[in-house]
């Protein structure tokens, strides 16, 4: 068996078609065929079924497959380690991060890191969190920054620091000048809120409830952008950590006003790797850099 074979046994699980595997590594379809036949040779097993609709994978392939792409991007990071070792300070980070961390922390920590390390290259991935703890323990992501994480031992938490959600108004509102906001004041303002599959919106939720207070918000969105442009374009109001609109607020288009009588919705963002790998140049610089970038934050 050989290296060669599994590249393009991945490529073939990826795309499930000989034709698609070949274009995409440049080669002809006969020679990935010829490379399962040595993989299904190596293992005395078929690893594939053929069919005019495309190729499936046996039970032994599907135990391949789960393995085969791992090892590949294992060996990945063992080549980067490797020209770390020869002073080759170039490389890549891959970042997973999922909801309001990422205008709180990692596009700001980026730009200001970018600028140190122009020859890095940063592959950044928006999931939620289960799949972004999921890509560091299958070797996808190098570092993963999280909110509402479920807890497991699988990663290793390097920082955390707790988020607060505030109420998000726009200047001028007349709420704005407020020291606080009951949730019976914010339930009857036209708010702008994730969709129910977010931690965040299943805690609000949970929140309204306990406290009685019927909710229902009048948009209903998966991307944040949209909530702060809604807020932006004054059609709404929504609920975000003040570090998520921090730009906005120092320009003087938005406020971040507490809830009032209540802890609110709090959350632990978090600054993960996988206990058991060597982080390369790159992503042993950035996360280094996130850390002491978290540690200054504004309270």
């Known amino acids: 068996m050989n290296l060669r074979a599994l590249m393009y046994f991945d490529e073939l699980v990826r795309t499930s078609s000989m034709r698609a595997a070949a274009e995409n590594l440049n080669v002809a379809p006969t020679a990935i065929s010829r490379q399962i036949e040595n993989l299904e040779e190596y293992f005395g097993t078929p690893l594939v079924e053929r069919s005019s609709r495309g190729v499936t994978l046996t039970a032994a392939g599907e135990l391949l497959a789960e393995r085969a792409g791992k090892t590949l991007r294992e060996l990945g990071h ?38 140190t390390y122009p020859k890095l290259r940063f592959e950044v991935h928006i999931t939620s ?106 059609a709404a109001v929504t609920v975000l950590p003040a570090l998520s609109v921090a730009r906005e607020i120092k320009s003087g288009q938005m406020v971040a006003i507490p809830l009032a009588a209540t802890r609110g919705v709090r959350a632990n963002m978090e600054l993960c790797v996988a206990p058991d790998r060597d982080l390369s140049f790159a992503a042993a610089t950035l996360a280094s850099f996130i850390e002491t970038f978290m540690g200054n934050l504004p309270k």
């Open 78 to 115: 063992v080549h980067q380690l490797i020209d770390d070792l020869k002073g080759l300070e170039r490389g890549r980070a891959t970042i997973y991060a999922n909801g309001a961390t990422v205008a709180s922390l990692l596009a700001p920590a980026l730009a200001q890191f970018a600028q």
């Open 129 to 234: 969190a289960r799949q972004a703890i999921d890509a560091l323990v299958s070797a996808q992501a190098d570092i993963a920054i999280t909110l509402f994480a479920p807890k497991t031992s699988e990663v290793k938490i390097l920082a955390k620091r707790e988020l607060v959600y505030d109420v998000i108004l726009p200047t001028g509102h007349p709420l704005a000048g407020k020291a606080s906001i009951s949730l019976k004041e914010l339930a009857d303002l036209p708010l702008a809120l994730p969709e129910k599959t977010f931690a965040t919106r299943q805690e609000f939720d949970a929140l309204f409830e306990q406290a009685g207070i019927p909710l229902d918000p009048v948009f209903t969105a998966s991307s944040l952008e949209l909530l702060k442009e809604l807020v932006l374009d004054r």
